[in-house]
């Protein structure tokens, strides 16, 4: 599943970083936070991998 923003995909590619030991997980907030704790890190890795181009800012609603 894609992300369907590029606040979505920004917070995936830190968890995945988190989940790979590349950063701390003390450094997640918000969202990341949440999908790392949440999330496989196949599913993160979707998320992560979408492209920029195209997507909103941030989610609606």
Known sequence: MPAESKAQQKAAGAALAAKRGETEVSELQGASKE???????????????????GLPDKKDG
């Open 35 to 53: 999908m790392y704790d949440e999330m496989s890190e196949a599913e993160l890795q979707d998320y992560a991998a979408t492209d920029r181009k």
